[in-house]
């Protein structure tokens, strides 16, 4: 999620954002909830555990911008 903060310059005063692959959609996540989940697993010891970490849905360059 914070590659997309690289488009802020971009977003002001009705400016294009410009990138490429705007159709791509992905489930983009945010690296407070990536560290959240490693402190958990370290805590627990989920060892040989392999957690999925997705965000909430799955939104496009476009949708995001």
């Known amino acids: 999620m914070t590659n997309d ?38 805590l627990e010891r989920r060892v040989g555990k392999a957690p999925v970490l997705t965000g909430p849905q799955s939104l496009t360059q476009i949708e995001r911008a």
């Open 5 to 42: 903060l690289a488009w802020a310059p971009q977003t002001g005063n009705g400016a294009v954002v410009r990138g490429v692959y705007g159709n791509a959609a992905m489930a983009p996540v945010d690296p407070r909830d990536i560290a959240a989940v490693a402190v958990r697993a370290l």
